[in-house]
């Protein structure tokens, strides 16, 4: 497909495709102290924007090998109702549904130097998802930047306030997408 880099490993698209997908095995989510209790986004400063309110984690796996584990830092304060969406899915069996989260599913594009997106869990392939409020739910005020290398932020269906399962990490700096993705962890 020529909409992809040479590099891509995206699974709907390519068939570049080495060892299979990248399966995200378990997840979870853990609370942290909450330090700034009481103040709406537009009055934080800096440090809090940045305060992590949880951590999550996803063991990933390749072909039955193990690809390690990688941390999530989630900024709760800046972003509270995307992060109370991506702990509820990194936790999984929401609502009683076993496939209710991302256990299980793959990180279905890899464009080099650019982005890592996962987080399809209705359709496993980049053309679903779904969010504990609904199908979709609202954009929150876009806060922090796609500063650099690893920060976390929604995928959206391309226009603003379609925010449902899918995410995405940063493989640099883009702030091109400041304003268009909610970024909400790192």
């Given amino acids: 497909?020529?909409?992809?880099?040479?590099?891509?490993?995206?699974?709907?698209?390519?068939?570049?495709?080495?060892?299979?997908?990248?399966?995200m095995l378990w997840l979870l989510t853990l609370a942290l102290p909450l330090l700034a209790l009481g103040q709406t986004p537009s009055e934080l400063s800096d440090e809090e924007k940045f305060l992590v309110t949880k951590t999550c984690w996803m063991e990933l796996e390749q072909a039955g090998e193990s690809l390690g584990r990688v941390e999530i830092a989630l900024f709760g304060e800046a972003a509270p109702t995307t992060t109370a969406n991506f702990a509820m899915l990194c936790k999984g069996n929401y609502n009683g549904e076993e496939s209710f989260g991302y256990k299980g599913t793959i990180i279905h594009r890899i464009v080099q130097?650019?982005?890592i997106q996962g987080g399809d869990i209705t359709n496993n392939d980049g053309s679903g998802g779904k969010s504990i409020y609904g199908p979709i739910f609202?954009?929150?005020?876009?806060?922090?930047?796609?500063?650099?290398?690893?920060y976390v932020s929604m995928a959206n269906r391309g226009r603003p306030d379609t925010n449902s399962s899918q995410f995405f990490f940063t493989l640099g700096r883009f702030r091109f997408l400041d304003r268009k993705h909610v970024v909400f962890g790192k």
Avoid at 2 to 23: E, K, L, M, V, Y
Avoid at 138 to 150: T, Y
Wanted: hydrophobic share 20%; glycine share 8%; net charge positive.
């Fill in 1 to 23: 497909n020529n909409n992809h880099s040479p590099h891509c490993h995206c699974a709907t698209h390519c068939r570049r495709r080495r060892r299979g997908p990248i399966t």
């Fill in 113 to 115: 130097d650019f982005v």
């Fill in 138 to 150: 609202n954009d929150e005020p876009f806060h922090l930047s796609h500063a650099g290398v690893g």
